[in-house]
Nanobody, 121 residues
Framework: QVQLVESGGGLVQPGGSLRLSCKASGTIFAINTMGWYRQTPGNQRELVAAIPSGESANYADSVQGRFTISRDNAANTVLLEMNSLKPEDTAVYYC???????????????WGQGTQVTVSS
């Protein structure tokens, strides 16, 4: 079994910064892609940023140049540095990982519990 645990959400003023962290743990053999999605009420979950193993990161157009994703493979951790935050960045942010587990040996999607980010003055 694999768990993703997020931290770092909160309330910030427009123009401010936040850092989200997500750590994967459990019966992990390998992690392919790690990333972040976000969701607002009544809308579908959307990709914010993702970083496949050994490849360059990709970002949603709306966050390009403001957000930076990075991962620490040894620690099974992914970070999202969010700068120049805007009210429209307000959402629940979910960590996502595609993980091959020791339990079943094929890649599956896993999600964190979500962390609220609110950008407001």
């Amino acid at each position: 079994q694999v768990q993703l645990v997020e931290s770092g959400g909160g309330l910030v003023q427009p123009g401010g910064s936040l850092r989200l962290s997500c750590k994967a743990s459990g019966t992990i053999f390998a992690i392919n892609t790690m990333g972040w999605y976000r969701q607002t009420p009544g809308n579908q979950r959307e990709l914010v940023a993702a970083i496949p193993s050994g490849e360059s990161a990709n970002y949603a157009d709306s966050v390009q140049g403001r957000f930076t994703i990075s991962r620490d493979n040894a620690a099974n951790t992914v970070l999202l540095e969010m700068n120049s935050l805007k009210p429209e960045d307000t959402a629940v942010y979910y960590c996502h990982a595609i993980v091959v587990s020791h339990m079943d040996w094929y890649a599956k999607n896993y999600w964190g519990q979500g962390t609220q980010v609110t950008v407001s003055s």
